[in-house]
């Protein structure tokens, strides 16, 4: 059995007295003084003390508007939404290879990133809503694709091994209105540099709903799936799709849904539980334990086999209430990776 491989979808709490505000202004000015890159690289590095083989840069944008800001630019644009190759920087992923730096000067070896780009479609819908303007949703698709071509041409130390391009929206937003074909041809544009320089290109969607025009995209081999919050989402996939489509997925082993687990320890005990961190460390060590995420990964495993290539957290870990429980949360997802590779190897 090939090993499956343990990444984290991106988001994170900051440390305190970081202000979200302030790093996300840091972001978009390309400013990577004392202010943003100190608190990217403390979040990487607390991440991979959890484990986390591959992870993800610590989004500290709003995911729409990381990308879309430049896209409206005006000194950033040859027409509207044309955007010009120069504008298409991710700043974090800067962060993120001079991190890497430090390690490959210290091991020889370039660390495994991932780099999650918000996808053309989730885009689209914040700007035009229901509109079906399909021109200019496959420009949005050509301008994603050059925020990957640039984090890769310009990646020195790390090696970039998962895009994901992000999709929420895709099978749960009533508004979306464009025909599949476009859909399938926008995500193929999104994904193409990276796939163009060997990495895997992840879909990361919130319903498996429409997972077959995933598939379809030539240059998309992996499908996320959140599947520990909502087991039955697995039962929405076909393997034989998959090995129809060569495509993988990345499965969800433990919850991130903290409010909904919160309410069942508020249930359990009584009273507001988020001033009681006593207890919220329920949710790591009676609710999200490593054997639960083992018990969630072997299932899937009956089910997918081989086309499991990927594991992790379901979602992103921002809205949790401090860093130490998300890294726990993490450590306990690592473990039980750890675990079921070694059971099956």
């Not at 790390?158 to 999709?167: F, H, K, L």
């Not at 130490?324 to 059971?343: D, H, M, Q």
């Amino acid at each position: 059995m090939t090993e499956i491989l343990f990444d984290d979808i991106g988001s994170f709490p900051l440390p305190p007295g970081a202000s979200k505000t302030a790093l996300s202004e840091a972001a978009f000015n390309q400013n990577d003084d004392a202010l943003l890159f100190p608190v990217l690289d403390q979040i990487t590095a607390l991440k991979m003390e959890a484990g986390v083989l591959i992870p993800n840069y610590s989004q500290v944008r709003d995911m729409n508007e990381q990308f879309l800001r430049p896209m409206k630019d005006e000194k950033c644009c040859t027409g509207p939404f044309e955007l010009k190759e120069e504008c298409a920087g991710t700043i974090e992923m800067k962060a993120m290879d001079l991190f890497c730096q430090k390690i490959k000067e210290e091991t020889g070896e370039k660390p495994l990133v991932r780099m999650c780009v918000t996808g053309p479609t989730e885009l689209y819908l914040k700007e035009f809503g229901g509109a079906s303007y399909t021109d200019i949703y496959q420009l949005f698709a050509k301008d994603v694709n050059l925020f990957v071509k640039n984090a890769i041409s310009n990646m020195k130390n790390c090696q970039i091994a998962t895009v994901s391009i992000d999709e929420p929206s895709i099978g749960i937003n009533p508004d979306l209105a464009l025909p599949a074909d476009e859909i399938i041809t926008a995500l193929t544009k999104a994904g193409g540099d990276a796939a163009k320089f060997g990495a895997d290109v992840e879909i990361h969607i919130h319903s498996p709903l429409y997972y077959d025009l995933a598939c379809q995209a030539e240059t998309i081999n992996v499908i996320g799936m959140e599947s520990a919050a909502t087991p039955s989402y697995a039962d929405m996939i076909d393997k034989n799709v998959l090995s129809d489509y060569d495509t993988y997925v990345r499965a969800g082993i433990t919850r991130t849904d903290i409010f909904s687990m919160a309410g069942n320890l508020n249930e359990k005990y009584g009273g507001n539980v988020w001033d009681k961190p006593e207890i919220m460390q329920g949710i790591i060590t009676e609710m999200e334990t490593p054997e639960t995420a083992m018990k969630r990964l072997e299932k899937l495993y009956g089910v997918f086999g081989d086309r499991i290539k990927y594991a992790g957290p379901d979602c992103g870990l921002g809205s949790w209430p401090s860093q130490e429980l998300a890294a726990a949360l993490l450590k306990n997802t690592g473990i039980a990776i750890a675990a079921f590779n070694e059971k099956h190897k």
